[in-house]
C-alpha cells in the first residue's frame, strides 16, 4: 500500500504559519492542509488525496461540497448575507417550521437558532431553568456538549477540557453513563445496565446530593459521541423517561453529533422508543455552514421576549444550506446510513475477528467506535495504539479521528458508497497490522 508524502512541502508552509498565528489551543489530530473536497474524498494543498471518514466531525453529512447545497448558498448569498435576529426572513421560518415537523416528538416545536453545538446546548440549559424555575442539572461522565462556561460544566470526557477554567456552573451533577462494555455500577442480577444507571441517580444523586424538584433537566446524548461512540442498552432511555415524568424534569437530548440522519434515523433517540422534551442539533444539520439549534416543545418553549437571543440567530445562509442539507437527508442519505452503515459494521466486525487488539466494534448506522484494548479480557484500552493506527491511516490516505480513551470513530459523510467503505476499511486495517507489528 502507497505511503504518502504528507505533509508535503505546500502544507508544511502553511502548518508554519498557522502555527505562528492560530491560538495553540486547538487539538489538532493530523498535518492535513485542505484544498478541497467531492463527498467522501479530500484532496490536501500537495495533491493527496484521502478519503475521509471524520466528515470534519460529523459535519458533513452529505459530503464535501454538494452541488444542491453550494447552489442553496449561493443563491441566498445574491439575495442578501445578514439581517439579524431583530428582523424576519422566509427561510428562517421555513427552517424552523421543518424542524419542527420532523422533531422526535408528536407535540407541536418551539425552534431558537444559534451558531455551534455550545451555543445551542446553552440555550437549552437557560431554558429549562426560565421554563421549570429550578436551578440543577444532571448530566454524564464521558459527555461532551461542549466548550463554553454553561456547557462545559456539563462536558466530563475529559479533565484537560476544564483545567485552568475552574469554577465551573454550579448545580450540574454526573452519573456514569451506561456503558455496557466497561460498567462503572454492579447490576442486580437480570436488570438492564440502563436501568442500574436510572437506579443510581434515583437512589444516591437525588437521594443524597439534590432534591428532585430542584433539578431542571437532565442533559444527555442518545449515543454518546466524543466520550467513545457509546451505546446506550435498551432500558435506559424508558427509564430516564419515566424518572423524568415522575419528577417534572425536562428531557435534554443533545442530537449534535448522533443526529441529522447519523444513525440511520433522523435522531438517535428515535431507536429507543422514547421522546424528549428539548432537543439540540448542529454539526449535520447545514453541512458545514455554522447552525445550531435547539428545539423544545411548544409547552416549554415559555420564555419572554428578550430572555434570550443573538446578533446572528437564524443566518440566512445557515438556513439555506439547513434546508437543502435536510431534503438531501430525508430523501436518500438518512436510508444510505442505515444500510451502509450496516455494510460497515458486519465488515469491521470481520476485521475484529483477525485483530486481537480490537476490543468491541459498536455503534448505529454510520457512527460506529472501533475501540483498541491491550487485553481483551480486561478490556484496558490502548490509547498509544489506537493514535498509531489513527496516524498509519493518515499516512495511506484514510483521516479518522478518536474518541473516548482508545476508540477510533468510523463518522463518514452519510452520503458514501460501499466500494468506498471497502477502500477506507482495507486501509484501516493495514494500518492495524502495521501497528501490530511495532
Ligand atoms: C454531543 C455534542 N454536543 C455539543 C457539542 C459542541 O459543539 P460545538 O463544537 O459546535 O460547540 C459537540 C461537539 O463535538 C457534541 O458532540
Known amino acids: 500500500m502507497q505511503k504518502l508524502n504528507v505533509p508535503g512541502p505546500k502544507a508544511k508552509k502553511i502548518l508554519a504559519q498557522d502555527r505562528k498565528h492560530v491560538s495553540p489551543s486547538y487539538p489538532r489530530a493530523h498535518p492535513l492542509v485542505m484544498s478541497h473536497g467531492k ?84 440555550a437549552a440549559v437557560k431554558l429549562a431553568r426560565n421554563h421549570t424555575g429550578r436551578s440543577q442539572f444532571i448530566a454524564f461522565l464521558g459527555a461532551f456538549h461542549g466548550r463554553t462556561m454553561g456547557a462545559l460544566s456539563f462536558t466530563a470526557s475529559k479533565s484537560i477540557y476544564r483545567s485552568g477554567f475552574f469554577p465551573s456552573m454550579p448545580g450540574v451533577f454526573h452519573a456514569p453513563y451506561p456503558d455496557t462494555y466497561r460498567p462503572l455500577l454492579a447490576s442486580h442480577p437480570g436488570e438492564d445496565y440502563g436501568e442500574t444507571v436510572i437506579r443510581y441517580i434515583e437512589d444516591q444523586i437525588l437521594g443524597r446530593l439534590v432534591p428532585a424538584d430542584e433539578v431542571a433537566g437532565i442533559l444527555v446524548e442518545p449515543v454518546q459521541g466524543e466520550g467513545g461512540y457509546i451505546v446506550p442498552p435498551p432500558g ?56 445550531g439549534a435547539t428545539i ?107 474518541c473516548g480513551k482508545s476508540t477510533v470513530r468510523f463518522a463518514p459523510p452519510l452520503s458514501i458508497s460501499k466500494a468506498e467503505v471497502d477502500e477506507g476499511l482495507q486501509i484501516l486495517e493495514y494500518a492495524i497490522s502495521l501497528t501490530e507489528k511495532e
Open 39 to 122: 463527498g467522501t474524498e479530500v484532496w490536501d494543498v500537495d495533491g493527496n488525496r484521502f478519503l475521509d471518514f471524520a466528515s470534519g466531525i460529523a459535519v458533513v453529512g452529505t459530503g464535501h461540497a454538494h452541488p444542491k447545497v453550494v447552489k442553496a448558498i449561493q443563491d441566498q448569498a445574491e439575495k442578501f448575507l445578514h439581517i439579524s435576529s431583530d428582523f424576519y426572513h422566509a427561510a428562517w421560518a421555513d427552517l424552523s417550521e421543518r424542524l419542527s415537523d420532523i422533531a422526535p416528538f408528536s407535540e407541536d416545536a418551539g425552534v431558537f437558532l444559534s451558531n455551534s453545538g455550545a451555543e445551542c446546548v446553552e
Open 296 to 402: 423544545a416543545r411548544k409547552s416549554v418553549m415559555t420564555w419572554p421576549e428578550g430572555a434570550h437571543g443573538n446578533t446572528y440567530g437564524g443566518n440566512p445562509l445557515a438556513c439555506a444550506s439547513a434546508l437543502a442539507t435536510i431534503d438531501l437527508i430525508e430523501d436518500e442519505y438518512m436510508q444510505n446510513a442505515a444500510e451502509v452503515g450496516e455494510y460497515a459494521k458486519d465488515a469491521l466486525e470481520e476485521i475484529q475477528a483477525r485483530h486481537k487488539s480490537i476490543g468491541q466494534v459498536r455503534g448505529l448506522g454510520l457512527m460506529i467506535g472501533i475501540d483498541f484494548v491491550k487485553d481483551q479480557t480486561t478490556r484496558e484500552p490502548a490509547a498509544a495504539f489506537r493514535t498509531r493506527v489513527e496516524n498509519h491511516a493518515f499516512e495511506h490516505g484514510l483521516v479518522t479521528l478518536g
Open 236 to 291: 435506559f432511555f424508558p427509564a430516564l423517561r419515566k424518572l423524568c415524568d415522575r419528577h417534572g424534569i425536562l428531557l435534554i437530548d443533545d442530537e449534535v453529533q448522533a443526529g441529522m440522519g447519523r444513525t440511520g434515523k433522523m435522531w438517535a433517540i428515535e431507536h429507543f422508543g422514547v421522546e424528549p422534551d428539548i432537543v439540540t442539533s448542529a454539526k449535520g444539520i447545514a453541512s458545514g455552514v455554522p447552525l
